[in-house]
């Protein structure tokens, strides 16, 4: 299994990115699919999931309004578009999948895990 981000880069404050995880060798449509960041010296934190399906979404506080999180189960890919980006938005996100909606905010709970993609917010 493999989950593979990517899109990140530096962007300027108030400015777009869209984040994209394709994931090989697991079927996602049956995955909840969940973004993570971490950010220098922090805890890996939530960021936003979607669940198998895709009828359920869910968001952390700081990201509700500004990122939007889709799903295209046919390609196999997860994507985070994330608007109105601020400084403390840098970190590196990670995607992460698992066949319970109800762990999506819980890092230590996901089952796959893929390599991190950088975004870094300029001020």
């Known amino acids: 299994v493999q989950l593979q981000a990517s899109g990140g880069g530096l962007v300027q404050a108030g400015g777009s990115l869209r984040l994209s995880c394709e994931a090989s060798?697991?079927?996602?449509?049956?995955?909840?699919m969940v973004w993570f960041r971490q950010a220098p010296g922090m805890e890996r934190e939530f960021v936003s999931a979607s669940s198998a399906g895709g009828d359920r979404t869910a968001y952390a506080d700081s990201v509700k309004g500004r990122f939007t999180i889709s799903r295209d189960d046919a390609k196999n890919t997860v994507y985070l578009q994330m608007n109105s980006l601020k400084p403390e938005d840098t970190a590196v996100y990670y995607c992460?999948?698992?066949?319970?909606?109800?762990?999506?905010?819980?890092?230590?709970?996901?089952?796959?895990w893929g390599e991190g993609t950088l975004v870094t917010v300029s001020s």
């Open positions: 060798g697991l079927t996602s449509r049956v995955y909840t």
């Open positions: 992460a999948a698992d066949r319970y909606y109800a762990n999506r905010g819980d890092p230590n709970s996901m089952h796959y």
